[in-house]
T-cell receptor, first 111, second 112 residues
């Protein structure tokens, strides 16, 4: 059974640009959550999608958005990039509420 | 507010036992996770506790006391490959706002 996949694995952007990250969950998993991980703040919840609907949202500015497609694949978008957006972006999929499986992450560097 | 505390770093010796504590102050508690994360890799699921008590899975055990807002992860027969960060995370569910909040992680160093 394939795990959670994320593309791209690494990305370098400059301030002001926008970026789209992609996540494919484990087959049969309908919930996809996104997290930002930085050395200073640790793992912080961005949002969760279930059946193409945003179910929950963390405390991030509106520049961070996402969506989920009918095949459960999800994308997140960050507009008007800032230096502080440099982080590892992790996506996790789940079938039930008592588990969560993470993808390898996308390492975003903003110059 | 929601808060999760765990020690920043710990050191233990190969073959020994180590206990990593996690305390939390949250509203709408709905379960506690432990994850292992090796440097440069994604977190991997270790355990999930929603009821009080000890759950054992091989060399790893996790304990929860909801009344005390306390959990620990117990690692036995430590191996060098156990050197990693261990993340405590709490699922909170308040007014249909359901999310998982992570602690900042405990970096565990295993010495030979």
């Amino acid at each position: 059974k394939a795990g959670v996949t994320q593309t791209p694995r690494y990305l370098i952007k400059t301030r002001g640009q926008q970026v789209t990250l992609s996540c494919s969950p484990i087959s049969g998993h309908r919930s996809v959550s996104w997290y930002q991980q930085t050395p200073g703040q640790g793992l912080q919840f961005l949002f969760e999608y279930f059946s193409e609907t945003q179910r929950n949202k963390g405390n991030f500015p509106g520049r961070f958005s996402g969506r989920q497609f009918s095949n459960s694949r999800s994308e997140m978008n960050v507009s008007t990039l800032e230096l502080g957006d440099s982080a590892l972006y992790l996506c996790a999929s789940s079938k039930t509420r008592n588990e969560q499986f993470f993808g390898p992450g996308t390492r975003l560097t903003v110059l | 507010g929601q808060n999760i505390d765990q020690p920043t770093e710990m050191t233990a010796t190969e073959g020994a036992i180590v206990q990593i504590n996690c305390t939390y102050q949250t509203s709408g508690f709905n379960g506690l996770f432990w994850y292992q994360q090796h440097a440069g890799e994604a977190p991997t699921f270790l355990s999930y506790n929603v009821l009080d008590g000890l759950e054992e899975k091989g060399r790893f055990s996790s304990f929860l006391s909801r009344s005390k807002g306390y959990s620990y992860l117990l690692l036995k027969e430590l191996q060098m490959k156990d050197s990693a960060s261990y993340l405590c995370a709490v699922r909170v569910d308040m007014n249909r706002d359901d999310k998982i909040i992570f602690g900042k992680g405990t970096r565990l160093h295993i010495l030979p």
